[in-house]
């Protein structure tokens, strides 16, 4: 077929999903990236590490760059038509879908992460820590605006992205954000890099003063330009079936009905919980919780994951993470805005270490100080000393977000939570 051929059919087809009837959901499918265990059953504690170094991070920048946090010791910091990605699943780690970026649009594979605001691409001038990915090519792209800015992410492994900025067409499920801000990388982190990401770039879904850029999230774009007019999105992630919903919620995924809790500062989700319970014990009782598509699991200082463990009789692997007797792993609870939602055990439980013994890795992690200077993987930070200013500030990964359906309501302020269909 000829271009133009082409250029008819799409057209055509342009002309057709404009004359449906709303709501026509478009799905966008999530993928995740590689898992923390492997097919034996063991735990990956190399990966894990490595993934919870670019978790604490990032987390952690933000946090220093929007709470106060030098006198308190708890870090609580500042913050319309429908369509859906199914989202692909790449083991348990990270979840990636597809959104479209310039003229002629380009396919991107994108992380969703309700942890970070700005998008973030690969640029076509980028060196070769960007090998493997899909790159953006302002010069290609007859939208492409350059904004003259530079940007630059670090993170706690000693790995930086920068770049410079643009702004150009973006197309998510289907809805157009024009004249998006974003930024295209010249260099790359460790942990971006193909093939331990296998996604192109990471779309930050949380709230607009966390933008490095300090430019609107996509999300952002779309609701101010009345492209979607209910300023909501929803997520599925599971090991089948994970979607992202853009302006609505997908009754079918969920069963009972939505708990909504507020967000306490629009930055990150940010929100208060009830409890966490083990065993039906509630451990820890009141905690401030992030919801962070981006991380695997659930991370927590530790003054908080320590005693959660030590009730548990667990074993203190080092690095943050613990172990218990794989017979007898406890059932953990949530509960927020009063209702309780069960982690289930392939939730919880990592997977043996050592390989092939009978002990078991939880999925709650204590990092170093999150909020403080003091990152868990930086050699010369000892987290154990670094307690001046402990943060209890819970980061709820995908450990606890594959047991959930989650809405995230902008136009509300609040987060909605209903056990998975
Ligand atoms: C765009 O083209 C110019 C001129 O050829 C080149 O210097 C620049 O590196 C290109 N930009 C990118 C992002 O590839
Ligand atoms: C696009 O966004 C940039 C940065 O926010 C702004 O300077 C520019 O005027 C905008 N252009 C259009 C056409 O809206
Ligand atoms: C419940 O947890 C608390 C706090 O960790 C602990 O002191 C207590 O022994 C636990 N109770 C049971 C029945 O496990
Ligand atoms: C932990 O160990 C103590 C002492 O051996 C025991 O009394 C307690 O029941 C154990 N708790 C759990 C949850 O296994």
């Known amino acids: 077929m000829c271009p133009l051929s082409h250029f008819i059919l799409f057209a055509a087809l342009r002309a057709l999903v404009a004359a449906l009837p709303h709501p026509s959901f478009v799905s966008i499918p999530l993928r995740r990236r590689s898992s923390l265990t492997t097919v034996d ?21 933000r946090l220093r760059s929007l709470g106060p946090i030098s006198d308190t010791p708890a870090v609580h910091p500042t913050r319309r038509d429908t369509g859906s990605i199914p989202l692909t699943d790449g083991n348990n780690v990270l979840w990636y879908g597809t959104i479209s970026v310039g003229t002629p649009a380009v396919d991107f594979l994108v992380d969703f992460d309700t942890g970070s605001a700005d998008l973030v691409l690969p640029s076509s001038s980028c060196d070769s820590t960007c090998n493997g990915h899909t790159l953006y090519n302002p010069n290609t792209s007859s939208t492409a605006a350059s904004l003259g800015q530079t940007f630059m992410l670090s993170y706690g492994d000693g790995s930086s992205v920068q770049g410079e900025q643009y702004t150009d067409t973006v197309v998510i499920a289907g809805y157009t954000a024009t004249n998006q801000t974003f930024g295209a990388a010249t260099q790359y982190s460790s942990n971006l890099q193909s093939p331990t990401f296998p996604a192109d770039g990471l779309m930050g879904m949380g709230f607009k003063s966390l933008s490095i850029y300090g430019a609107n999230p996509v999300i952002q774009t779309l609701i101010d330009n009345n492209v979607i007019s209910d300023p909501v999105f929803s997520v599925k992630l599971a090991s089948s079936g994970s979607e992202l919903r853009l302006g609505g919620i997908n009754s079918d995924l969920y069963s009972g009905s939505l708990t909504y809790t507020p967000v306490t500062q629009q930055g990150f989700w940010q929100f208060d919980g009830d409890a966490i319970s083990a065993n039906g014990n509630a451990t820890l009782s009141s905690f401030t919780a992030i919801i962070d598509t981006g991380t695997t699991l659930i991370l927590g200082d530790l003054d908080t994951i320590g005693p959660f463990y030590a009730s548990l009789n667990a074993t203190d692997l080092g690095n943050g993470f613990y172990t218990l007797d794989c017979d007898s792993m406890p059932s953990i609870s949530i509960t927020i805005g009063g209702t309780t939602f069960s982690l289930s055990s392939t939730t919880f439980n990592l997977g043996t270490y050592p390989t092939g013994s009978s002990q078991c890795v939880g999925a709650f992690t204590a990092t170093g100080s999150l909020g403080s200077a003091c990152f868990l993987f930086i050699p010369a930070c000892d987290r154990r000393a670094d307690h001046g200013h402990p943060s209890d500030t819970l980061i709820l990964g995908d450990a606890f977000l594959r047991n959930v359906y989650t809405v995230f309501d902008m136009g509300q302020s609040r987060i909605g939570f209903a056990d998975l269909a």
Request: glycine fraction near 4%; charged fraction near 25%; proline fraction near 0%.
């Open 41 to 61: 059953g063991a735990f990956d504690i190399d990966k894990a590490i490595s993934h919870l170094a670019f978790s604490e991070s990032k987390i952690s920048s």
